[in-house]
Structure formats: C-alpha cells, structure tokens
C-alpha cells in the first residue's frame, strides 16, 4: 500500500510540472520577436578584445525563417595605448533559418550591414568618423524558458570593407541574450 501512495504522489507532483507544448514553442508566421545581447567582440589586428552591447527585432515570414535588424556597439582599445579607441556602432540586416529540437532551435544567419567607426584617440585630434559597409554570417541557439522567451547565444563574423591605411573593424563577436516573441 505504501509503494502505491509513493506512486500516485510521484505521479501528481510531475503532472503538476507546468509544460510548455511544443507548438507554443514554434514561431509562427508574422510573429514579432526583440531582444538584447551583451558579448565579446573579438577584433582583428591591433586591437583588444572588447564588452559589446547590442538589440535586435526579428519578423517571421514562416515559421522556420526570419528577417532581423540588430543594432551593436563595441569600443575596443588599441594595443598598448589604454585610453585609444575604435568605436563602432553597428547597423546589420540578417536572414535567420532556424530548426526545432523541442526547446533547443539552432539558427544560422547571414547579412550585410553599415559599419559606423571611428578612432578616438586621447591628447590628439580625433580623426573623422567612417561609414564601412560589410557582411556577416553565424550561428547560435535559443532555449525556451517559457512559450514566448528565450535565452538566445550567437557568434558571429563581421567582415568590414577595410581602406588602405585605416584600421579594420572585422571581428567575431560571442553573445548571449534575452529574446520575447510577441
């Protein structure tokens, strides 16, 4: 008798686990979703490694592929001058495929985009400003911590055109964020 209590409060406490079905965890067509993401910005050349900072809003046109607009900023050092620094803010548009594995959806993406850098450089004029275009690709995973957020990490390769004579703003970036479907 005692086995069979065990066995029917085992039974209702994991009945009473809330679970999310696996449709509210599928995108659907026209959903919205926005986030943000904080990261590293790994730059090419002779520059440090770098806190970045960016927000995104994702539209699906089905459930599986999506068009994103990210807005980033990273300002990395450069080498051995401490207070000398690239800016770069960062204005990219994105394809984005993804896959469901329940609450796992790997992604893949790839864009182009408009690169805002400028060199700030302490004690000295700061040069101009420049607008760099560029391509990205990458790739990542979200986690469904409900039926509409997700707990998202993504890398990502920006290669930015690069003037002779001026520093290159290409990098890999590594995130994670926080993304709310609507």
């Not at 080498?79 to 329940?102: A, I, M």
């Not at 959806?105 to 690169?115: L, Q, S």
């Not at 995973?141 to 290409?170: C, N, Y």
Request: glycine letters at 12%; aromatic letters at 12%; one cysteine or more.
């Amino acid at each position: 008798m005692t086995r069979l209590i065990r066995l029917v409060c085992i039974i209702a406490a994991l009945s009473s686990i809330s679970v999310v079905p696996a449709t509210a965890q599928t995108p659907d067509t026209g959903m919205v979703a926005v986030g943000a993401d904080v990261g590293s910005l790994l730059p090419d050349g002779v520059f440090e490694p770098a806190l970045t900072l960016g927000g995104f809003a994702e539209w699906y046109s089905s459930p599986r592929v999506s068009v994103r607009a990210m807005l980033a900023w990273a300002s990395p050092g450069v080498e051995s001058r401490t207070e000398d620094h690239f800016r770069q803010v960062k204005l990219l548009f994105n394809g984005v495929y993804n896959w469901e594995y329940g609450v796992w959806h790997p992604f893949v993406t790839a864009g182009t985009g408009f690169y805002f850098v400028r060199l700030l450089l302490n004690d000295r004029p700061d040069p101009d400003g420049e607008t760099r275009g560029g391509i990205n690709f990458g790739g990542g995973v979200e986690f469904f911590t409900t039926g509409m957020t997700t707990i998202k990490g993504e890398a990502r390769w920006d290669l930015v055109s690069h003037p002779p004579g001026q520093p290159d703003a290409t990098g890999f970036t590594i995130t994670i964020g926080l993304k709310q479907y609507f």
